[in-house]
């Protein structure tokens, strides 16, 4: 499972998040030769490291990250805006809600593969898109390696270029490097689609778990989310009936769609789902209220 | 730098290049966009499957140039250096240049007349990439493309990566083409070895539209009931279809199918 955390629950992730700090200065600065990312307290954070931003984390059951990836919303100030603005010379980035921008991806462990042999970037990239389908979110942009490029030719995307292939580096005793900043429309179709192709038949790869905070006020910290993939991996009868909850009080865009909610039923459930005693039967939920059998 | 009238060029071709529909119409635009860099050659020739065995077939270009006429009469392709350096490339992000080349290999004397001709037909200088589009799970590249543009052009960072954006865009676009009119039944031209690099596709061209139709659906779809409804038919007329292509496909069972079919995003 992928941890996603925002502005409502990194209060729960802070040993996480410093830890991923740390770990994105040793891959970026150290290994990639970024050296304009240098800091002194060994930790990479920079402008778009705000409140904004939404991380994706692969964590195993120590709290150890093993890959992970930043989402900034482009109606804040990201990259392609910013930093790279000259870049986008074919288009100029996007600017609107329904727009994110990826960045800082990076596998701290390539041989890593989760229990079903699903190697990590896999989980990570599914899991965005999923997230990204569940919001709403209907392009991603970002500035992508170049020799990912080519292996985009074979998916079914709509995807565009936002200016030319460049080379980086060079300045600051960087290693010299090349990509270009790339457009990619998502929705429901798109992640059916790239889930067969590459033979992703896990249902969910991202449960925003640790997003809740409109009906309950209260975040998920990591163990608890552990303790609900347990129970989902226990009772996948019940898989689409939790997730469908955990989106409706996560899901701060439309409070409109709560109020179908018993909120206590709906709090009792995520606090207690890894309790057994509503673990009977498929936990029913048509047209509004959560009804446990 | 490049002119402003080339940048524009360049922008717009960027623009409208997933909505050209044929390889000449492709091919017209490229001639337009690269012109103005002073490109007077490019092809681009497709790869599939172990080195041994490689089915290679041209995507784009132009065909009717002097230097493509004169390489022909002459069956220049048994002996050139060029393609057979291309079909074992390792370093795929590092294009490579003829100087480079010429100055870092050993070739015979029929090899450096190849090259010294191709200067008198105004190809001074000339760039060959690496487009790696399909990699299997042990980093093994099975299916590649490579692209060789020639012309008036000088070796600089800006001219590579600009050439390598376009043919990027285009490869992506002629590859969409090829697949097209394979499914449509009007082209085996390049489609025919990605399908039948997998020995279990054959026949396609036998089954009927809504066979066709029925497989598409087939393929991106989990039940028969979702096909049903995509389709607009009965459950009992969409297993009837299924069965009569994967009988016509001669596969044993419809998950030998559907692995088949996707395996190489056939039909996706």
Redesign the interface.
């Given at each position: 499972m992928i941890h996603v955390i925002n502005s409502t629950n990194r209060h729960l992730y802070e040993d996480v998040l410093e830890q991923m700090f740390a770990l994105r200065h040793k891959i970026f600065v150290e290994e990639k030769g970024w050296k304009k990312l240098e800091r002194e307290s060994g930790l990479d954070i920079d402008q778009f490291d705000t409140d904004d931003a939404t991380y994706f984390l692969k964590l195993d059951r120590k709290g150890t990250i093993l890959g992970g990836m930043r989402l900034v919303p482009t109606t804040a100030k990201t990259q392609l805006q910013t930093i790279f603005k000259d870049w986008c010379t074919f288009s100029a980035a996007p600017e609107n809600a329904c727009e994110w921008e990826w960045s800082r991806y990076f596998i701290s462990d390539k041989s890593f593969r989760s229990s079903a042999g699903i190697p990590v970037f896999y989980e990570l990239f599914f899991g965005i898109l999923e997230y990204a389908v569940s919001k709403g979110i209907s392009g991603l942009s970002g500035f992508l390696e170049a020799n990912t490029l080519p292996r985009l030719s074979k998916l079914p995307w709509d995807m565009k270029y936002l200016g030319p292939i460049t080379t980086y580096g060079k300045t600051h005793g960087e290693k010299v490097g090349k990509g270009a900043p790339v457009h990619v429309t998502v929705n429901a179709r798109m992640l059916k689609v790239t889930k067969r192709l590459k033979r992703m038949s896990e249902k969910y790869f991202a449960i925003p778990l640790g997003a809740n905070t409109v009906v309950s006020n209260k975040a998920y910290d990591p163990d608890t989310c552990f303790q609900f993939l347990d129970f989902a991996a226990e009772h996948p009868e019940n898989l689409d009936s939790l997730v469908k909850i955990v989106e409706t009080i996560g899901d701060a865009a439309d409070p409109k769609s709560v109020k179908y909610l018993h909120n206590n039923d709906a709090i009792n459930l995520l606090e207690g789902f890894n309790q057994q005693h509503f673990t009977n039967g498929p936990i029913a939920m048509v047209n509004g209220p959560v009804h446990l059998q | 730098m490049f002119s402003q009238q080339a940048?524009l060029e360049?922008?717009q071709f960027?623009?409208v290049v997933?909505k050209i529909s044929t390889i000449d119409e492709l091919n017209e635009s490229l001639r337009t966009v690269l012109g103005q860099l002073g490109v007077k050659h490019l092809i681009c020739i497709s790869a599939f499957g172990m080195p041994a065995m490689q089915n290679r077939k041209p995507m784009f270009g132009f065909r009717d140039t002097e230097w493509v006429k004169h390489y022909r009469k002459m069956n220049y392709h048994v002996d050139d250096a060029l393609p057979q350096y291309a079909l074992k490339l390792r370093h795929?992000?590092d294009p490579f240049w003829w100087t480079d080349f010429v100055a870092e290999n050993d070739l015979t004397p029929l090899q450096l007349k190849i090259f010294s001709e191709a200067h008198s037909y105004g190809l001074k200088q000339g760039v060959v990439f690496g487009?790696?589009?399909?990699?299997d799970n042990n980093d093994e590249v099975v299916?590649?493309?490579y692209a060789s543009v020639a012309g008036d052009i000088v070796k600089s960072?800006e001219i590579e990566?600009?050439l390598?954006?376009v043919l990027?865009?285009a490869?992506?676009t002629a590859?969409r083409i090829h697949m097209r009119l394979f499914l449509a039944n009007e082209s085996k031209f390049l489609a025919d070895p990605i399908v039948n690099f997998s020995p279990n596709i054959k026949n396609i061209d036998s089954l009927t539209p809504t066979e066709l139709a029925t497989l598409k659906q087939f393929?991106?779809n989990d039940t028969y009931e979702q096909i049903a409804a995509a389709m607009g038919c009965s459950i009992s007329n969409v297993k009837k279809h299924l069965s009569s292509a994967q009988d016509k496909l001669e596969f044993g069972s419809r998950k030998e199918m559907l692995v088949s079919l996707?395996r190489h995003?056939y039909l996706?």
């Open positions: - | 940048w360049i922008t960027m623009g997933d795929w992000e487009i790696p589009v399909d990699v299916e590649f493309a960072d990566n600009t390598l954006t990027l865009a490869h992506r590859r393929v991106e996707l995003h996706i």
